[in-house]
């Protein structure tokens, strides 16, 4: 069955330090994979996605992504962490399940920024 | 602005009482998707609507029920069924980006029942 697992439920990091968010997946067929990120009490807003093609990808607000086929991940990246990065990540793979297309969430990720 | 809008915000209600949220989309977007969101879970789909006067049962249907009368409307009802109604509930929409289906989110509603 498709699944989308993010081993983190919480990750603390100082500020300036790098980040990395675990993201692994379970799917069959070639992934769509998709990073959002959610502030609190507000909707979510897309990252960046992969689909094909060049395996690391770039996204808004200076985060990036790596698709590791042999590993089944999609790890978020950042190498300098703002205090407006505090916030809920999730990761997501679009899959078809019934022909009919739908996203499989991870759990997310909430990243606590030390000042 | 294109864009999402859900109203209320915030929204109370006693139990034994339907609740219609609202979702509205100016992005001419085809898709549209209900999810529900509880602390310290992921996203969880209740219906989706592909097209104008159709729909599909998500992963957590029960106690939900959605209409899809025009493009730009997808209205989530809560009704007294639903055991546990209180969450942060989620509308989006969707186009397709290289035979990849891209989801935009409004901003949500919080949901409370006593």
């Known amino acids: 069955a498709q699944s989308v697992t993010q081993p983190d439920i919480h990750i603390t990091v100082s500020e300036g330090a790098s980040l990395e968010l675990r993201c692994n997946y379970s799917?069959?067929?070639?992934?769509?994979l998709f990073w959002y990120v959610q502030s609190p009490g507000q909707g979510l807003q897309l990252l960046l996605k992969?689909?094909?093609?060049d395996t690391l990808v770039q996204g808004i607000k200076g985060f990036e992504a790596e698709f590791k086929r042999s590993q089944s991940s999609f790890n978020l990246r950042k190498p300098s962490v703002h205090w407006s990065d505090a916030a809920e990540y999730f990761c997501?793979?679009?899959?078809?399940?019934?022909?009919?297309?739908?996203?499989?969430w991870g759990a997310g990720t909430k990243l606590i920024i030390k000042p | 602005d294109g864009g999402i809008t859900q109203s209320p915000k915030y929204l109370f209600r006693k139990e034994g009482q339907n609740v219609t949220l609202s979702c509205e989309q100016n992005?001419?977007?085809?898709?549209m998707y209900w999810y529900r969101q509880d602390p310290g879970q992921g996203l969880r789909l209740i219906y989706y609507?592909?097209?104008?006067?159709?729909?599909q049962k998500g992963d957590i249907a029960e106690g939900y029920s959605v209409s899809r009368e025009k493009k730009e409307s997808f209205p989530l009802t809560v009704t007294s069924a639903q055991k546990n109604p209180t969450a942060f509930y989620l509308c989006?929409?969707?186009?397709?980006?290289?035979?990849?289906?891209?989801?935009?989110f409004g901003p949500g509603t919080r949901l409370t029942v006593t």
């Open positions: 997501a793979v679009g899959a078809y399940m019934d022909s009919n297309y739908q996203l499989i």
């Open positions: 799917y069959g067929a070639t992934p769509y």
């Open positions: 989006a929409s969707s186009v397709e980006t290289s035979g990849v289906y891209e989801q935009y």
């Open positions: 992969y689909f094909s093609g």
């Open positions: 992005l001419n977007h085809d898709a």
């Open positions: 609507s592909q097209i104008v006067n159709d729909f």
